[in-house]
């Protein structure tokens, strides 16, 4: 993971290259105060303040850059990532100006848009990092937590399925409970068959080195409110026996995005301090296919005791997430946030850059969506409509895992799951896609955080209070 600490650092008075930051309009009385050289380069790069565009201009025995931007008076997320990514390695600070060194949110941006997975290549890259100073020392370690969060949903992702199993996963729970003092619980073989049904009939067709397992950690003064975070962790999706075919498996590594997400948010709720009681939930495991896979047409019994039909074995991950949900309701929170990868329907219907979110409180959907909005990581509210759960009847089960009608897919997946979180308790459910199958700046494709900065604001307005 790259040392997000040396990509923003306080500004005190280091030496830096300067980033004049310009809107359109402003272009031609900004280039009056340049030399003729200086003009003349500007022309050469074609730079005439377009949003998104940038120059780097001679100055003397040096140089600085300008770029465009909507309003420099309020700087988006994403506006500096570009620059982040292509500026020579270096110090850089904001030039002075009306708002002098302050970043606002494009601080996140900056740290984003050096992400690069390079795990698995034999040259990895040996670019320098660029570092921005700020004046605004008081959000560092806000932004670099956030910073931090993104990079490890888009490592976990991004990590073929090979390495990035249950067991992994479970390492990296161990670790976030080292690093912030946390308890961890794993439940597996026997244990997990008898506690966990669906979660192990899920799992048991994998090898021996993916096996199925239910992670949880435990993190708080217990006088706090208790909150949960369920995660899906289905760290590889054949389809099981109504298997995949090759075009919809082959991104079947990111369907632990939900777990990835989970993990993200415990450290970002953990590493604040927020003031809550957390239970982090993770079912993991491999929808794989062998001899004793589970079959369409089998009814599985729930931990919760609730016997499921199986209409579709690439229904799975509302199965693990089931008995995960179920765990989370036994220890009475007020409040369950679940991440999933859940439905090719919600991708249908809001596209790759929207989570469809499923709430039962309208408060609490208003919140994460207005949330979403000012730290630009929006969601879209699908309905939990009640007339959709006669799609889910099943013949000789109390519930069937796949709808009767092609219609509202992503609707029923979550009706499905509603039927396991407890009656009274605030719930909000997030189908997202944890993949970017375009770059955009800042956001390179491949797999990325989405909802995950919606979701933390949220939690930080609900437990203390700051609405910033």
């Not at 949880?216 to 975070?229: F, M, N, T, Y």
């Not at 709720?269 to 003031?275: E, F, N, T």
């Not at 079912?283 to 001899?291: H, K, Y």
């Amino acid at each position: 993971m790259t040392d997000k600490n040396a990509l923003i650092q306080p500004d005190r008075g280091q030496k830096a290259v300067a980033i004049h930051l310009l809107a359109k309009d402003s272009f031609e009385s900004f280039v009056k105060g340049l030399s003729a050289p200086q003009r003349a380069a500007l022309a050469a790069q074609k730079f005439v303040g377009d949003t998104g565009s940038h120059a780097i201009v001679p100055d003397g025995d040096g140089w600085f850059v300008v770029a465009g931007v909507a309003d420099p008076d309020a700087l988006s997320t994403w506006c500096l990532a570009k620059l982040a990514d292509v500026l020579p390695a270096g110090t850089y600070r904001r030039a002075p100006g009306k708002l002098g060194g302050e970043l606002g949110k494009a601080a996140l941006g900056w740290i984003a848009g050096q992400y690069g997975f390079d795990r698995y290549r034999s040259e990895p890259s040996d670019e320098g990092p660029r570092i921005l100073l700020t004046t605004e020392v008081k959000a560092i370690d806000a932004v670099i937590a956030e910073g931090e969060a993104i990079e490890l949903v888009r490592d976990l992702v991004n990590t073929p399925a090979e390495d990035m199993g249950p067991g992994q996963l479970e390492s990296e729970a161990e670790s976030l409970a080292k690093a912030f003092r946390a308890e961890v619980k794993i439940t597996r073989g026997e244990m997990l068959e008898r506690e966990y049904p669906m979660v192990h009939a899920v799992g048991r067709a994998a090898g021996r080195a993916h096996a199925p397992r239910l992670i949880e950690l435990e993190w708080g003064d217990s006088k706090h409110p208790r909150i949960a975070v369920v995660g899906k962790g289905v760290c590889f999706d054949s389809g099981g026996l109504d298997i995949k075919p090759g075009a919809g498996m082959l991104l079947m590594k990111k369907d632990m995005g939900g777990a990835a997400h989970a993990l993200a948010l415990a450290r970002l709720i953990m590493g604040a301090k927020l003031p809550v009681r957390l239970h982090l939930v993770i079912p993991a495991v491999e929808n794989a296919i062998s001899g004793n896979s589970f079959r369409p047409g089998d009814v599985l019994r729930s931990r919760a005791g609730i016997t499921v039909e199986i209409g579709n074995t690439d229904a799975e991950g509302r199965l693990i997430l089931a008995d995960a949900l179920t765990r989370a309701g036994e220890k009475e929170p007020e409040l369950v946030i679940d991440f999933a990868t859940l439905t090719g329907a919600a991708r249908v219907a809001v596209g790759p850059d929207l989570p469809a979110l499923f709430t039962r409180e309208d408060k609490t959907a208003q919140d994460i969506l207005d949330a979403g909005l000012a730290v630009e990581d929006p969601c879209w509210r699908l309905p939990l409509y009640e007339g959709y759960r006669e799609y889910l009847k099943s013949d000789i089960a109390d519930i069937n895992n796949a709808g009767s009608s092609g219609f509202a897919g992503a609707s029923t997946a979550a009706l499905f799951m509603d039927r396991f979180v407890p009656k009274g308790v605030d719930w909000a459910h997030f189908d997202t896609f944890a993949w970017r199958p375009a770059a955009k700046p800042g956001r390179p494709k491949g797999g990325d955080a989405l909802g995950l900065r919606a979701a933390w604001l949220m939690l930080q307005r609900r437990y203390t209070g700051d609405h910033g």
